[in-house]
Nanobody, 115 residues
Framework: QVQLVESGGGLVQPGGSLRLSCAASGSIFSINAMGWYRQAPGKQRELVAAITKGGSKDYADSVKGRFTISRDNAKNTVYLQMSSLKPEDTAVYYC?????????WGQGTQVTVSS
C-alpha cells in the first residue's frame, strides 16, 4: 500500500536535461524492482527504466545512454536523470514497482520537450 508521488517534470528544450523524483510514503527497501514508465498521447504506457534492490539497471532502447535511473532506499526515493532530451520523450512520467500487476497509478509528472 505504498504511495508514490512523482515530481520534477516541466518544459525543456531539445537537448536539455531534467531530473525526476519519486517519493514513497512507505519503505521501498523490500521492493526488489522499481521503475519509471511514461505515456505519450495516443500511445500505451511503456517501461523506460528499471532498477533492482541490488542496483541492476535496465533501459528501453529509446532512452538507453541518455537516461539514468537510481534509487535511495534510505530516503525511499527513486530518481530518473534525463539528458539529451528529444521531442519524442514528451509524455507523462510515472513511477511504480516492477511489475505493476494490479497496482494503481499516481498522477505522474508531465515532461514536455519542445523548442
Amino acid at each position: 500500500q505504498v504511495q508514490l508521488v512523482e515530481s520534477g517534470g516541466g518544459l525543456v528544450q531539445p537537448g536539455g536535461s531534467l531530473r525526476l523524483s519519486c517519493a514513497a510514503s512507505g519503505s521501498i527497501f523490500s521492493i526488489n524492482a522499481m521503475g519509471w514508465y511514461r505515456q505519450a498521447p495516443g500511445k500505451q504506457r511503456e517501461l523506460v527504466a528499471a532498477i533492482t534492490k541490488g542496483g541492476s539497471k535496465d533501459y528501453a532502447d529509446s532512452v538507453k545512454g541518455r537516461f539514468t535511473i537510481s534509487r535511495d532506499n534510505a530516503k525511499n526515493t527513486v530518481y530518473l536523470q534525463m539528458s539529451s532530451l528529444k521531442p519524442e520523450d514528451t509524455a507523462v512520467y510515472y513511477c511504480n514497482i516492477v511489475p505493476v500487476y494490479g497496482r494503481s497509478w499516481g498522477q505522474g509528472t508531465q515532461v514536455t520537450v519542445s523548442s
